[in-house]
Nanobody
Framework: QVRLMESGGGSVQAGGSLRLSCAAS??????MGWFRQVPGKTREGVAT???????RYADSVKGRFTISKDSTKTTLYLEMNSLKPEDTAMYYC????????????????WGQGTQVTVSS
């Protein structure tokens, strides 16, 4: 099992930036991703990165968000720039064993989430 712990959330004004971190311990996984969820809505994929460092982004964040891993591959990051009020959500880090999907299926391990609030 992989244990994941997010940090770095907070409140910012529109146009601002935040950097989320996810500390991972345990077995390595093929894919890691960031997801977000607002109350009453389905959890949605934001960005993923696999063991080959291939990345994928939701259309809504392309050009504004960047997913990356540190050299030891134990910390996952999400650099968020030009934040918009619609980016407000709880952000979750997740790990998958076999494939990278922008949907929640296939992700076996989840962090507890970190809140991001963007005000206009």
């Amino acid at each position: 099992q992989v244990r994941l712990m997010e940090s770095g959330g907070g409140s910012v004004q529109a146009g601002g930036s935040l950097r989320l971190s996810c500390a991972a311990s345990g077995y390595s996984r093929y894919c890691m991703g960031w997801f977000r969820q607002v109350p009453g809505k389905t959890r949605e994929g934001v960005a993923t990165i696999n063991v080959y460092d291939t990345t994928r982004y939701a259309d809504s964040v392309k050009g504004r968000f960047t997913i990356s891993k540190d050299s030891t591959k134990t910390t996952l990051y999400l650099e968020m720039n030009s934040l918009k009020p619609e980016d407000t959500a709880m952000y979750y880090c997740a790990a998958a064993r076999w494939s990278c999907s922008m949907t929640t299926g296939g992700y076996n391990d989840w962090g507890q989430g970190t809140q991001v609030t963007v005000s206009s």
